[in-house]
């Protein structure tokens, strides 16, 4: 069985500009995350989608974070500008029931803003 | 307070010695426990996931969870240097997904 697959691995910035994320879950999996995982802390959920429709965004930075899963699949991460503390390993996770409680996390896109 | 606690190490052992990793919380809503296990530069896996109060065992691994002291542990026996990984404890309410994560403990297995 695949993993949960996340494009770019790097990505370098300067403040104030824009970039993306994308997550292809596993196959199957209705439940999808976003996490940020800021260097020496564990993750923090930012976003979860059940299908194509939105869970829980309460921790997402609105003014300048913003995420869809399109057709219930594939998802992608924005984030318009950037800021210093925005550096950070962005992880995305899936699920097969939310239920379950076992969430299989991609290796994560390391966020670098300068 | 964070709602969970989790010691950062760094945590070095010999190979073959008990590791013990700990976390403690303060929600005492929190009814799921895990243990991920997060190599450098990868995503988190999970290692081990209970429910109720008590020990659960698999393999080299053990889950312990005490909550009348909001107290949870993994015990590593005859730790290899492969284990050397940085260990997340996650935790989550009843009926709920969302993932409260300690900031982990890294350890290091030396040959």
């Known amino acids: 069985e695949a993993g949960v697959a996340q494009s770019p691995r790097y990505k370098i910035i300067e403040k104030r500009q824009s970039v993306a994320f994308w997550c292809n879950p596993i196959?199957?999996?209705?439940?999808l995350y976003w996490y940020q995982q800021i260097l020496g802390q564990g993750p923090k959920l930012l976003i979860q989608?059940?299908?194509?429709?939105?869970?829980?965004d309460s921790q997402l930075p609105k003014d300048r974070f913003s995420a869809e899963r399109l057709k219930g699949v594939d998802s992608t991460l924005k984030i318009q500008p950037a800021k210093l503390e925005d550096s950070a390993v962005y992880l995305c996770?899936?699920?097969?029931?939310?239920?379950?409680?076992?969430?299989?996390f991609g290796p994560g896109t390391r966020l670098t803003v300068l | 307070q964070k709602e969970v606690e989790q010691d950062p190490g760094p945590l070095s052992v010999p190979e073959g010695a008990i590791v013990s990793l700990n976390c403690t919380y303060s929600?005492?809503?929190?009814?799921?426990f895990m243990w991920y296990r997060q190599y450098s530069r990868k995503g988190p896996e999970l290692l081990m996931y209970?429910?109720?109060?008590g020990n659960k065992e698999d393999g080299r691994f053990t889950a312990q969870v005490d909550k009348s002291s909001k107290y949870i542990s993994l015990f590593i026996r005859d730790s290899q240097p492969s284990d050397s990984a940085t260990y997340l404890c996650?935790?989550?309410?009843?009926?709920?997904?969302?993932?409260?994560f300690g900031t982990g403990t890294r350890l290091q297995v030396f040959p």
């Open positions: 996770a899936s699920s097969f029931k939310r239920e379950l409680h076992e969430q299989f």
């Open positions: 196959s199957g999996h209705a439940t």
């Open positions: 989608f059940q299908n194509n429709g939105v869970v829980d």
């Open positions: 929600n005492s809503a929190f009814q799921y």
């Open positions: 209970t429910y109720s109060s």
């Open positions: 996650a935790m989550s309410v009843y009926n709920t997904d969302k993932l409260i």
